[in-house]
Every structure is written in structure tokens, then in C-alpha cells.
């Protein structure tokens, strides 16, 4: 094994380090939501010592996750496709980029993937083109299906790279990394293989005979003769140094992580509530200790004691700081979309339509500045495209970045339709049921579930007064 190759599988550029990988790991995780967003990654435990694994065992069985992040990127997505883009001058022998250019997909499914995925973490999109050993036309290409195809290569999957003064790359590295499960009498082994794509080649660099440190690499060079790396680069705000604006959806991540740990404080604090401890002054009654006392526990101390037997109770008001945090953290994701929240704006609805609202220039310029990046990596789409012709080409493809009041009305309206549920009404009915069930667990006689019919059936009051209801319940 040479120097050289062991560079090669070493290398890793600084804006993959493991900070910025956790954060992008966490982005796309809160997109994706369900069984990728578990506590074992994104549930805070307190010192050890202060809260025993037993306890936070607990709060990982009950924790849930509320997605925001999915319906509020879908919804500005949506925006920004409500105009499909301009594509006239897109020459004709690319028309099939239009009805497959990934895994089937067209260009519109495409880019709108690609419009989610970049506003969570960076991309590159590879354009590559099968193998053709002897001269072809653009007609034997199409009719044979041999066109050039986009390959996404996520955040983890990117090596190192290297880019000149104009933003132009000069090579990348990419993680082809797969599980070889191809011969059946085997076992499935991890094939580890980087490939390094140059503005007129790519190399691809293969471990084999691996054991400790030591292996043997194999290579595989292809010339494509572009004359330019085939790499789109997306996402990568870090790069562009005359811009320091961040993706909003990464902010709203971050947001979303907190109102997951805050409510699960929230559920410990009703479990507290509820289960009370007895401390009994030397050794408690067998009456008391053998048939139990609800949901009270007893804790013995020596009986010399002066102080009396007393209950020991967390009380529901404790939960009113975690309700204010998370109405903070609420107006946070507003304010990263360019908008204040309905209670500090005090907006008026008239059968469900929007009455008046505050258009915010943020908001503009969030749509502007995805828009404006998914029309450049869609015109470099094109670019490589074309180049595997030996055609250069400008399409000026064309995004929509005129939206009127009423983009925006619909934008905000979605926005406040997310939040008119969660955390408030349902947030706060939840917590009731949740009330409910470790009162009358042990009391075989009350119906829980026409309980939570009940709660469900009743109308919430507003949220400023919720631990004095809370403390009614």
C-alpha cells in the first residue's frame, strides 16, 4: 500500500467534522421523524448521579417526538414549486433529463428532493454517464438508454474536495462504500471504496485483503474528459464567503431537539406529581406497609427523629417553566421563517382565511436564496449533462422568485395550522390523560378511557392560565 493511497482513505475535509456531522446527522433525523428520531440519540440525560439510569429509563419509554421540521420544509418546498421553472431554452436532445434523470425520476421530482435535502445538510449531485467504449450518437445513446444520470452523494458520503478561487471544483472524493451480499455461501462483507473525480477522470480506490491497518488497494480508472469535475455541490453555505445565512430548517432542528427533551421533563414532572413518598418516623405500620397506600411510597427513618411523618410531592406548578420554554423555542421557529407567532402578533382569523398579517423581508429572502440555489445546481445539471455531448450550453433555466402577499398569506396560514395543535391544545390534552392514568392507575373502577373522551371533549382554556388548570385537574 503506498502513501499516496493511504492519504486517500484518510482524508476528510474540516466542514465534515464530528460537530457539524452531528448537526446534519440531527437535521435529517428530525425531518425523517419515527424510529430514526430515538432517544438514544437525542434524549439528554442529566448527571448520573443526580438522575439514576432507572429514572431515565422511564423518561425514554415515554418520550415522543413531534415532528416540525417535515411539514414546515414541505410547505416552503411546495411554495417554491407552486411555478414550475423555465426551462424553453434547454436544448432538445436533453429532453430526457426532463422525464428521468435519478432512479427514474424526473428532473421536477428531482430537484424538489434535492430542494429538501440541501436545507438540512450538504450535497454533492454526481452526473455520470455509463461506460461506452466505441463512438455513439446522441440518437444510439437515447435509443439504447445510455444517458447521463444524477447520483446524490449526502454529507457522510463526501470525503474531502477542493474547489479555486471562482468556486470551481477542482477534485472530490466521494464514499462508494457497499455491503457485497452477492454470493449466497458467503457472508455479506463491506466492500470499502472511495472514488476521486478529477476535471478529465475518476479513480476508484478499493480495499482488499484488509486486516488491521494493513491492506492491499486496488484501482480503477476511467477517462471522461470533461474538462470539469461532473460535481454539483449544494448546501454548502460555509462556502460561500459573501454569505453567512444558515439553513432555517438546521435552527428549527435545534429548536425541535429542545421542546423533545423539554416535554419529556414535563412527563417526569407528572409522574413526580403523582406518585407521592410517605417518610415515616422508624418502622411503618404492617397495615399500611402490606396493603400499600395508592400511589405512595414509604421511606422509614429512625424513629429519634424530631421531625414529624410528612409527604413528599413535587408539585404541578413546576411545569409552568417548561411551558414557557417551549413557547419560546415556538416563536423561535416563526421568527427563523421570517414571522412572529400568532400570540405576540394577536392575528384574527375569519373562516380559517387570514384577516391581517405582517409580510416579513426574511421571508422573501429565505424563498429568494433556496430558490436562487436550486436554479444554479439545476442549470449545472444541464451543464454536465450536455458536456458528455461535446456540447457547451447555457439553458438559463429560470426559477420563480416573485411571491405576492398572498404566497405569503398561504405560507403563514400553513405555518399557524402546524402550531394551532401542538403544543398547545393537544400538548396540554395529552398531558391531562397522562394526569390521569397515574391517579387511577391502581383504581380498578374508573374508566380511564371515558376519561380521555372527556378530556378530548373538552374545550382548553388559553395557554397563559394552563398550571392553574392543570392544577384543577
Known amino acids: 500500500m503506498s502513501a499516496d493511497y493511504k492519504v486517500i482513505f484518510t482524508r476528510r475535509n474540516s466542514l465534515f467534522s464530528m460537530e457539524k456531522e452531528a448537526l446534519y446527522e440531527l437535521c435529517k433525523d428530525s425531518y425523517l421523524g419515527g424510529d430514526s428520531y430515538s432517544p438514544d440519540k437525542y434524549l439528554i440525560r442529566n448527571n448520573e448521579n443526580i438522575e439514576p439510569t432507572d429514572i431515565f429509563s422511564y423518561r425514554s419509554d415515554l418520550v415522543s417526538y413531534t415532528n416540525y421540521v417535515e411539514p414546515l420544509l414541505n410547505i416552503v418546498v411546495g411554495l417554491i414549486y407552486n411555478k414550475l421553472p423555465d426551462r424553453t431554452k434547454v436544448p432538445d436532445y436533453l429532453d430526457y433529463i426532463n422525464k428521468s434523470i435519478y432512479k427514474k425520476k424526473p428532473i421536477d421530482l428531482f430537484m424538489q428532493n434535492v430542494a429538501i435535502q440541501s436545507q438540512l445538510y450538504p450535497l454533492a449531485i454526481l452526473i455520470d454517464s455509463p461506460r461506452i467504449t466505441l463512438p455513439i450518437t446522441i440518437a444510439e445513446r437515447q435509443a439504447k438508454n445510455l444517458n447521463p444520470y444524477a447520483v446524490i452523494y449526502k454529507y457522510n458520503e463526501i470525503r474531502d474536495f477542493s474547489v479555486d478561487t471562482f468556486g470551481n471544483l477542482q477534485w472530490i472524493l466521494l464514499d462508494n462504500t457497499y455491503i457485497d451480499n452477492s454470493n449466497p455461501l458467503t457472508k455479506s462483507t463491506i466492500q470499502v471504496s472511495y472514488t476521486l473525480w478529477t476535471t478529465e477522470e475518476a479513480i476508484t480506490f478499493t480495499k482488499v485483503n484488509e486486516s488491521n491497518s494493513n491492506y492491499e488497494v486496488s484501482t480503477d480508472k476511467i477517462e471522461h474528459g470533461l474538462g470539469v469535475v461532473p460535481v454539483v455541490l449544494c448546501g454548502f453555505n460555509q462556502l460561500d464567503t459573501d454569505s453567512l445565512q444558515s439553513s432555517p430548517f438546521q435552527n428549527i432542528s435545534l429548536s425541535s431537539r429542545k421542546i423533545y427533551n423539554i416535554g419529556s421533563m414535563i412527563d417526569s414532572a407528572l409522574f413526580n406529581a403523582t406518585f407521592q413518598l410517605l417518610v415515616w418516623p422508624g418502622q411503618a405500620p404492617d397495615n399500611i406497609v402490606t396493603k400499600g397506600y395508592g400511589t405512595v411510597g414509604i421511606a422509614e427513618f429512625a424513629i429519634d427523629a424530631s421531625n414529624a411523618p410528612q409527604f413528599i410531592k413535587q408539585g404541578l406548578e413546576d411545569i409552568a417553566p417548561y411551558i414557557i420554554e417551549i413557547k419560546r423555542q415556538t416563536q423561535d421557529i416563526y421568527h427563523q421563517l421570517g414571522f412572529k407567532d400568532p400570540e405576540s402578533e394577536n392575528i384574527q382569523y375569519d373562516s380559517g382565511k387570514l384577516k391581517a398579517i405582517e409580510f416579513s423581508l426574511k421571508t422573501k429572502n429565505i424563498l429568494n436564496n433556496i430558490a436562487t440555489e436550486l436554479e444554479h445546481t439545476e442549470n449545472e445539471i444541464y451543464k454536465i449533462a450536455a458536456l458528455y455531448e461535446q456540447q457547451t450550453i447555457d439553458p438559463e433555466i429560470k426559477y420563480n422568485k416573485d411571491y405576492t ?69
Open 405 to 473: 402577499d398572498k404566497d405569503l398569506s398561504i405560507l403563514k396560514a400553513q405555518l399557524d395550522a402546524t402550531f394551532r395543535t401542538y403544543p398547545y391544545n393537544m400538548f396540554r390534552r395529552e398531558i391531562a390523560k397522562k394526569v390521569a392514568k397515574l391517579t387511577f392507575k391502581e383504581d380498578k373502577d374508573v374508566d380511564i378511557k371515558s376519561i380521555e373522551q372527556d378530556i378530548d371533549n373538552t374545550a382548553i382554556e388559553e395557554v397563559s392560565i394552563i398550571t392553574e388548570n392543570m392544577e384543577q385537574v
